[in-house]
């Protein structure tokens, strides 16, 4: 049997479903109750099933749900050592992630402490691991790079790592380098790392902060709040010198990018929504340089913005090269700045798709016998894969299968390989990988992250002892549960619906992001017009038809290249689709974003 032969005999086990969302009834009715529209208390409803909380600061963001910093077990302690290092004019290392959590993290303590406390920015010290050649968090490299600081930094602060990086951590106390941890990745067992300062994470088990879904960005920014509220009790600085409050805006785009909770977190959604306010008053030169290169028509900038727009640009450069590219831009003193920096990231962001779209087709010809078996994990290692697009490959085997994926590749270090995986619902996959390595420690020697993405690093010759632990591990979590690629929908919209008010109402909700997904609808249409675009030809814009009410819209990635649509002018089409704005020369209309069309 060849490929093709696999492939068509599993299509219409893996063919997309369009299904309701699970609807909690009791929320749906509280939240009519409140006075929310009936499409509104919907679309709650689908999203926060088992929700018991108060509605309101999840409908009405708000800092004033911010919880204090000092309930954050560690915060107190390392806000002190941060204080005295400035007080004392130390030097001091940034040691964040890669990715737009932590490079946000990274400019948020940099600004606070060089703009805000005063440290001159030769006693300051960016440390940002290279992807491919230092890996994750505190590395090796990273820490012998430290070593050879002149002069050497004697505080470092991390943010968005360190949880699990303790020898690395013990390397640098040797040396009398106090560490502190800021992270908001799940804690090894045994705890945190016993060598460092301080280690502020929210799920650490003593910890009294009542969000544990915050990003790394957040947890940075509440610590640098906490040290300035320090420093003004010392008398060092001034009670009016500036608040945190205008790097909101780097959280927001951290929090969006990582895809924590924007469901039940009143905090992350306080975030977002301000932080989106201060990004859309443009006085920064990276968000007029993004704006710019968006174009007018997509200002003011929202959450789907920064996830799909500004994040992609700023992993891209960390995926494929080193990330200070990223770190300039955000840091950018003039607009002219920012875009020779944007320039450098949309390059990347080219090259990170069509080596992504390489390794996705690899991928999805290798998954075939997993999915033949009925395998309900997926385990790819590709020999020439790309390590910077591990994550986003996997994520295209999770949309298109409906299953967890991993996807490793070579790592730098000979002999090992390195992976990213990511889950579906129901599957929290950091645990699944802690079984794992109880299943078989040697074939996973290090593994990181939450519910939903994680990343490990496994010996070659372990691959497949790994991939067994890992299935193990996995169907234990899921039992028998049948697994497919899943579209859930909000329902049907009546056609005096498909209306701009009807957007409003929506958007009245936002933000929109992971666990609180933007509203997605099904319904029946009749093709009135249809044609295909894009320089490669694999997007349809169409007209279509419901109730005597035509609008248009487009389905982005509707084919392969050279491929003919499966719908035609006069069909009848079920459609899974999103309400749009589209803005053109200062006017506005409808448009449906079409997620998945059949034939009826």
Request: hydrophobic share 40%; aromatic share 6%; with cysteine.
């Amino acid at each position: 049997m060849t490929l093709g032969d696999v492939e068509r005999a599993l299509s219409e086990e893996v063919r997309r479903r369009i299904q309701p969302r699970p609807r909690d009834e009791a929320l749906y009715q509280r939240a009519l109750e409140s006075g929310l529209s009936e499409l509104q208390a919907r679309i709650l409803a689908g999203r926060l099933n088992g929700y018991a909380g108060e509605l309101a600061p999840l409908v009405s963001p708000s800092l004033r749900n911010l919880a204090h910093p000092e309930k954050l077990a560690d915060a107190r302690r390392s806000a002190e050592r941060i204080a005295r290092a400035v007080t004392e004019g130390e030097h001091i290392g940034i040691l964040t992630d890669y990715d737009v959590d932590g490079i946000t993290s990274h400019v948020v303590i940099l600004r606070t402490l060089n703009e805000l406390f005063g440290v001159p920015s030769h006693k300051l010290h960016s440390l940002i691991g290279h992807r491919i050649n230092d890996g994750y968090g505190i590395s090796l490299p990273l820490v012998e790079r430290t070593l050879t600081l002149s002069p050497r930094p004697s505080l470092v602060i991390t943010a968005d790592c360190g949880s699990s990086d303790e020898p690395r951590i013990a390397r640098l106390r040797e040396v009398g380098i106090d560490v502190i941890v800021t992270d908001h990745h799940a804690l090894p067992l045994e705890g945190p790392p016993p060598s460092a300062y301080a280690t502020v994470n929210p799920t650490r088990s003593d910890c009294g902060f009542p969000d544990a879904t915050i990003a790394g960005c957040m947890v940075a920014w509440l610590v640098m709040s906490l040290a300035r509220a320090v420093l003004i009790e010392l008398g060092v600085l001034s009670t009016s010198i500036p608040k945190l409050s205008p790097w909101l805006s780097y959280v927001a785009l951290g929090t969006v990018a990582d895809c924590v909770s924007l469901g039940g977190s009143a905090i992350n959604r306080a975030v977002v929504t301000q932080g989106l306010t201060l990004i859309n008053r443009m006085e920064a030169a990276c968000w007029r340089a993004m704006a710019e290169r968006l174009g007018a028509d997509s200002v003011p900038f929202d959450a789907e913005t920064l996830a799909f727009q500004m994040g992609p640009r700023i992993n891209a450069r960390s995926r494929l090269d080193d990330p200070y590219a990223a770190l300039h831009f955000m840091l950018a003193a003039d607009e002219t700045s920012a875009r020779t920096h944007l320039e450098v990231l949309d390059q990347d962001n080219q090259s990170r798709k069509a080596i992504e779209l390489d390794m996705a087709d690899t991928a999805r010809a290798l998954v075939m016998d997993d999915l033949a078996r009925e395998e309900q994990v997926l385990v790819v290692f590709l020999e020439d894969g790309h390590a910077g697009v591990q994550g986003i490959v996997a994520s295209r085997l999770v949309q298109a299968f409906g299953r967890p994926a991993f996807v490793l590749t070579p790592a730098s270090q000979p002999g090992m390989l390195t992976g990213s995986g990511r889950s579906i619902e129901g599957l929290h996959l950091r645990d699944a990988l802690q079984r794992a390595h109880e299943l078989a420690p040697q074939a996973l020697p290090r593994f990181g992250g939450h519910r939903g993405a994680a990343g490990i690093g496994v010996p070659k010759e372990a691959f497949d002892t790994f991939r067994d632990a890992l299935r193990q591990a996995v169907n234990e979590q899921l039992g028998d549960r049948e697994l497919y690629p899943c579209i859930f929908t909000d329902g049907e919209l009546q056609a005096q619906q498909l209306s701009l008010g009807t957007l409003d109402e929506l958007e009245g909700l936002a933000p929109y992001g992971r666990e609180f997904d933007a509203p997605l609808f099904e319904g029946e249409f009749l093709v009135e017009n249809l044609r295909v675009v894009g320089a490669d030809g694999t997007h349809l814009m169409l007209e279509l038809s419901n109730g005597g009410v035509s609008t248009r819209a487009i389905w982005f990635r509707a084919l392969s290249p050279g491929e003919a649509p499966n719908i035609g002018l006069g069909s009848q089409v079920r459609c899974a689709y999103k309400l749009s704005r589209n803005r053109w020369k200062g006017r506005e209309s409808l448009q449906l974003m079409v997620e998945h069309a059949e034939p009826v």
